[in-house]
């Protein structure tokens, strides 16, 4: 079944500082959608993106969705304390949603 | 509040013991996933279900099981427990339309095998 491979698999960013995620597959995926888990707490929808080279934006979080299909990514600007957690992308295949690994950020103040 | 509720929040059981974990979806969302998170580990996909009917199957164990109920709340069996069972478990629902496949997680059932 399709898979999606993030990278990094940590990110230590300083507070105030940007950086990027990525979601990457093989195989073109229907949508692409990002969760974000709090430490020691659940999974929580953010966003989907379903169209070819789609761009939302949620504040200082932006999200992409490649040409192909087949990647996508979240960039974060001016990262807070409270992007600390564990970022996934998943997508939906048949009736399974399959994530990927994750990226955890952690945050110096 | 994602709207899934999940029974119990924590679980300390012997191995070998056999226990049951409770999920209610959200209202309207006719299907129900199971996935387990195991320590600073990613999830795991066990089983889904859609309107009472398993629909896929991830890499779960034979000692466990799950099912879904008319009423939509599903229940997930996990017998013969081992140390390793030791893990998050969370469940998840979703509208599951053509334009609506985003998940709503419940806050997670934390088992302890002893």
């Known amino acids: 079944g399709q898979q999606v491979m993030q990278i990094p698999q940590y990110q230590h960013v300083q507070e105030g500082e940007d950086f990027t995620t990525y979601c990457n597959s093989s195989?073109?995926?229907?949508?692409i959608q990002w969760y974000k888990q709090r430490p020691g707490g659940h999974p929580v929808f953010l966003i989907q993106?379903?169209?070819?080279?789609e761009v939302k934006k949620q504040k200082r979080l932006t999200f992409q969705f490649g040409e192909a299909k087949k990647n996508s990514s979240l960039h974060i600007t001016a990262t807070q304390t409270t992007d600390v957690g564990t970022y996934f992308c998943a997508t939906p295949n048949d009736y399974k949603l399959s994530f990927g690994a994750g990226t955890t950020v952690t945050v110096r103040a | 509040d994602s709207g899934v509720t999940q029974t119990p929040k924590h679980l300390i059981t012997a191995t070998g013991q056999r226990v049951t974990l409770r999920c209610s979806p959200r209202s309207g969302d006719l299907s129900v996933y199971w996935y387990q998170q195991s320590l600073d580990q990613g999830l795991q996909f066990l089983i889904q279900?859609?309107?009472?009917?398993?629909?896929a199957k991830g890499n779960i164990l034979e000692r466990f099981s799950a099912q879904q109920f008319p009423d939509l709340h599903s229940e997930l069996n996990l017998s013969s427990l081992e140390l390793g069972d030791s893990a998050l478990y969370f469940c998840a629902s979703s509208p599951h339309t053509d334009k609506s496949t985003e998940a709503f997680f419940g806050q997670g059932t934390r088992l302890t095998v002893v």
């Open positions: 195989t073109t995926l229907s949508n």
């Open positions: 279900y859609y309107n009472g009917e398993e629909r």
């Open positions: 993106l379903v169209k070819s080279g």
